[in-house]
């Protein structure tokens, strides 16, 4: 069992502009993740996918390995598919999605979402961590529910469950769960995403995981004890960053 991460990156982001090279702690942001995964040694190899050259020149001189793909991609999972499907990557068994804009991803969740799959119990893999209960009306952050085995049974950015009795928060009978961004994929069941037509219910929440669920291929969510890891979606966000860069390396 061989295991590929793949980091997709583009620049068209509106809120950021020139996301992936924008610098935190002077270097590239889309470098820090690929620096950040590579550190886990949870790949066999590890790859940047993007459609613009100055993203793959910067990666490549931090000494990234890097791939161009289509510029006609609409989603991460669509560019880690093209990918995957490459000849150089096809001995590859478990593919991970880490998005490009998460520096501060946690192993626990990287590991966990890539040991769903490797370990063949399910076909996709992803993560969440236990949550406050106060994120439940942030449409910004996305939830999950999960059945007895593990597998979501749902995600929403609605404050999913629902708690009618206050009394099964408080003997923690239930707990709310963040959904973690890190998405690790069969060969065949990657394939089989990207082939679905997209689902109304993914176009409502905005949530492309819903397309697969949808369809009935089973996602197993792997819990990260370890705080959420926030994307870097904004100039405030990026100044944050930057702020605990020293912090965070230092910790790590």
């Not at 690929?34 to 590890?46: G, H, L, P, Q, S």
């Not at 991609?73 to 478990?94: C, I, K, L, Q, Y």
């Not at 040991?115 to 992803?126: Q, R």
Request: glycine share 8%.
């Amino acid at each position: 069992m061989r295991t590929l991460i793949v980091i997709p990156a583009r620049l068209a982001a509106v809120r950021l502009p020139q996301k992936p090279l924008r610098l935190l702690g002077g270097a590239p942001l889309v470098t820090r993740v690929w620096e950040r995964v590579c550190a886990m040694n949870i790949a066999d190899r590890c790859v940047v996918a993007t459609d613009e050259a100055e993203v793959a020149e910067a990666a490549r001189a931090a000494g990234a390995e890097s791939v161009m793909t289509s510029k006609g991609h609409v989603s991460g999972t669509d560019r880690v598919a093209e990918v995957a499907a490459m000849p150089e990557f096809a001995d590859f068994t478990t593919i991970v999605n880490v998005q490009g804009d998460e520096p501060f991803i946690g192993r626990q969740a990287v590991e966990g979402a890539a040991s769903m799959v490797s370990s063949g119990k399910f076909p996709l893999g992803t993560a969440a961590s236990p949550a406050s209960w106060k994120i439940a009306d942030n449409p910004n952050v996305v939830k999950v529910v999960l059945g007895s085995d593990g597998r979501a049974l749902y995600f929403s950015r609605a404050g999913i469950p629902f708690v009618r009795d206050r009394d099964a928060v408080q003997s923690n009978e239930i707990q709310m769960l963040q959904h973690i961004g890190v998405y690790a994929y069969s060969r065949e069941a990657l394939e089989q995403w990207v082939s679905l037509p997209p689902h109304p219910l993914e176009n409502t929440e905005r949530l492309e995981q819903l397309r697969p669920l949808a369809a009935g291929i089973p996602i197993g969510v792997a819990i990260a004890n370890e705080p959420p890891a926030s994307g870097i979606d904004t100039e405030d966000d990026l100044a944050a960053a930057n702020a605990r860069w020293q912090e965070f390396i230092a910790g790590r």
